[in-house]
T-cell receptor, first 110, second 113 residues
């Protein structure tokens, strides 16, 4: 079992719709969770961090965390073509290492 | 506030050579982590430095090494380069070690011929 798992996609969503990205992790003791966005040819950019169960909203982005189910998700409302990118889920695990999922490639169709 | 900077941005080397990459963290950040990104393996953790000490290490051979200076700048070195070392090498800085948010630099694209 991979430490952090994401569906690699591609996930295709029409412009204006809600994009839903999911991530599961293996270490039940993990306490810190992050979502990064990576455009092709660029480095990852931190867009959300979440540490407590529940929802955290920032503009069009909402991160959701369920530690009991070892599940974290990212919702993007009113999706725009500029949201087309690879989204990386990252989890602080074990000896304080940041472990990344393989990423989900998201395409927003105009 | 300036972001994380990495030099050089691009490098071409041949097998057997060695390479040194440099990273300057965001001002005030004391932790620097290094990652290797390849299409097949994704983002993989190399090591983390905090207060000039290696705090964590990933599963990479001893050819990969690093260090951190008193001003928090960091370098990583790869000796005896192999074709499989071709990758994007990313540096990320954070305020401290552990659970803090990490911010990435633009990366160094290394090609080994």
């Amino acid at each position: 079992q991979k430490e952090v798992e994401q569906n690699s996609g591609p996930l295709s969503v029409p412009e204006g719709a809600i994009a839903s990205l999911n991530c599961t992790y293996s270490d039940r003791g993990s306490q810190s969770f992050f979502w990064y966005r990576q455009y092709s040819g660029k480095s990852p950019e931190l867009i959300m961090s979440i540490y407590s169960n529940g929802d955290k909203e920032d503009g069009r982005f909402t991160a959701q965390l369920n530690k009991a189910s070892q599940y974290v998700s990212l919702l993007i409302r009113d999706s725009q073509p500029s949201d087309s990118a690879t989204y990386l889920c990252a989890v602080i695990q074990g000896a304080q290492k940041l472990v990344f999922g393989q990423g989900t490639r998201l395409t927003i169709n105009p | 506030k300036a972001g994380v900077t990495q030099t050089p941005r691009y490098l071409i080397k041949t097998r057997g050579q060695q390479v040194t990459l440099s990273c300057s963290p965001i001002s005030g950040h004391r932790s620097v982590s290094w990652y290797q990104q390849t299409p097949g393996q994704g983002l993989q953790f190399l090591f983390e430095y905090f207060s000039e000490t290696q705090r964590n290490k990933g599963n990479f051979p001893g050819r990969f090494s690093g260090r951190q200076f008193s001003n928090s700048r960091s370098e990583m070195n790869v000796s005896t380069l192999e074709l499989g070392d071709s990758a994007l090498y990313l540096c990320a800085s954070s305020l401290s070690t552990g659970v803090n948010e990490q911010f990435f630099g633009p990366g160094t694209r290394l090609t080994v011929l």
